[in-house]
């Protein structure tokens, strides 16, 4: 009896619900029928609300899924892209490379600290592909630094960006020679001195390597002329150079094959009395 007595509720609501059901669907009374047709109506309408449901879900679930696919093919065109650019520096680099008149060992660079004012590059090649202390490094575009550390595998390079570093530089067209090196201030400029107040320099003139110079070969960029001053109280101007390579662009250089005849170099070191 006390089972009886919890199922009892629910067993008559079974009964009852039943014979509601038994009773709509045998009897065809008009009463009835549209009793019926109401039901029908609103699980239609019920049915309608969850079918929308579905396909917001199914929807989300398709967004997410393209959302997906989208990040892949981003991540994949990049990658094209960035190979691609890749290529065409190689490329350049190549046929640069045989064009020269000087012998040029291709290297990348695999270390870049340029954040201070004592800079550094560290590339791939060293003593066994025949890099020396003193060899300039350059890329297609204008010089990088020189060679100051080297290793069987591996060269440190110290870069146009550092406050030791020192080149003579050659204004053309009119073949004015000064010195250029960094302030150690802005990265994007570089300082030419030593070129008198009677030098025609203009803003835009281009600035190469000197014939003088022991690390570079003649006539190669280093920047073009973006400011030209006149020092206060002396006889020299102030040339600010935008440099032709960049260091924050460049990840493949070349090293310059090339030392200064070791007979010049021994002579030029000699004490005069």
């Known amino acids: 009896m006390q089972l009886w007595d919890r199922i009892r509720d629910w067993v008559l609501l079974l009964t009852l619900l039943s014979l509601s059901v038994l009773i709509m669907l045998l009897v065809n009374d008009p009463l009835v029928r549209a009793l019926r047709a109401g039901a029908l109506s609103i ?29 892949r093919l981003a991540g994949e065109v990049a990658r094209t892209r960035s190979a691609a650019l890749e290529n065409d520096r190689l490329r350049a680099m190549l046929a640069f490379r045989d064009s020269s008149d000087v012998p040029l060992l291709p290297a990348r660079i695999v270390a870049k600290d340029v954040t201070g004012q004592q800079n550094f590059l560290t590339l791939d090649v060293g003593a066994r592909d025949g890099v020396q202390e003193g060899m300039g490094v350059i890329d297609t575009r204008g010089i990088v630094g020189k060679v100051v550390l080297v290793s069987p595998r591996y060269a440190r390079v110290m870069p146009y960006l550092h406050t030791d570093f020192r080149t003579p530089g050659t204004v053309q067209p009119i073949g004015a020679d000064g010195v250029v090196r960094w302030e150690g201030l802005r990265t994007d ?35 073009v002329v973006d400011t030209v001053l006149a020092r206060t109280g002396r006889n020299e101007l102030l040339i600010y150079l935008t440099p032709s390579a960049p260091l924050h662009t460049i990840d493949y250089v070349f090293v310059t094959l090339y030392l200064p005849d070791p007979e010049r170099l021994d002579l030029e070191r000699r004490p005069i009395r």
Not at 52 to 70: I, K, M, S, Y
Not at 189 to 214: A, C, D, Y
Request: glycine share 10%.
């Open 43 to 71: 699980t239609g309408q019920v049915e309608e609300r969850l079918a929308w449901v579905g396909h917001f879900v199914r929807a989300l679930e398709e967004n997410d899924q393209l959302r997906t696919e989208n990040i």
């Open 189 to 223: 400029r570089l300082l030419l001195e030593h070129i008198v107040k009677t030098e025609p320099v203009e803003r835009g003139q281009p600035v190469v390597t000197s014939p003088f110079s022991g690390v570079f070969p003649p006539g190669y960029p280093i920047g």
